[in-house]
């Protein structure tokens, strides 16, 4: 994949390069007001462990919450009704694999780790971010940052990273993924993975447990 990007393998990259990045930013407060509302609610945001079991063993704290909007394909459609500006803003996000409002309580940990595939890129939209910015921080590849409120984060997961909440308050991001720009052969197999990953157990077992947790 990564000999095939159009925007090169660096790990962290600036947001400019993608155009639809600046309407979201722009909107950011519209998204973040969306986010308050819903998780007001603890109820709303599942754990992210119990509803995607690959995503169990990196949260051994069970202090990161999810609210899903997207996925693979698939729209998690009570969900968009609760967040309908958001779901209009990211619609038309070219590429789109994933999005969510991704919530860490105080004292989260995420050790050490990677993803699977440069096929995508990370995208983290700042909503709510912990005052003390020192104890709330993502290194990636032994650079650390910090997210800001109303900005864009971006970096290739598949770079090694480790991510923490030391304060006292949540961390509220707007999490995307989406397809990294390849040309061909690199798009062609990039497809066929996203095609496979969309009908995998990692995809339907997190499908299956959003509907059992909508009916309770």
């Known amino acids: 994949m990564a000999s095939y990007s159009l925007l090169g393998n660096p790990p962290v990259f600036d947001s400019s390069i993608f155009p639809w990045t600046h ?6 407060q519209t998204i973040r007001d969306e986010a308050e509302a819903i998780l007001q609610q603890k109820s709303n945001a599942p754990l992210l462990g119990d509803i995607s079991p690959d995503h169990r063993r990196l949260d051994h704290r069970r202090s990161w919450r999810a609210f899903i ?31 969510m409002f991704s919530v860490h309580e105080p004292g989260t940990h995420l050790p050490r780790h990677r993803g699977p595939t ?10 709510k971010v912990p005052q003390d910015r020192d104890r709330c921080r993502i290194v990636v590849e032994d650079q650390t940052y910090h997210w800001q409120p109303g900005r864009f984060f971006v970096f290739d997961d598949t770079c090694r990273h480790e991510v923490w909440n030391d304060s006292e308050e949540d961390r509220v991001i707007l999490l995307l993924h989406a397809r990294r720009p390849l040309r061909a052969p ?31």
């Not at 497809?191 to 997190?206: H, M, N, W």
Request: glycine letters at 8%; proline letters at 4%; a neutral charge.
């Open 69 to 99: 909007l997207w996925g693979y394909g698939y729209w998690a459609d009570h969900n968009c009704l609760l967040a309908p500006r958001t779901a209009g803003l990211v619609d038309d996000i070219p590429g789109l694999v994933s999005v």
């Open 186 to 216: 690199g798009r062609w197999v990039q497809e066929a993975i996203y095609q496979l990953v969309r009908v995998s157990p990692f995809v339907q077992d997190v499908r299956r447990s959003l509907e059992a947790l909508r009916q309770q």
């Open 118 to 127: 440069k096929g995508h890129l990370t995208f983290q939209l700042g909503l």
């Open 23 to 28: 309407r979201l930013e722009e909107n950011w």
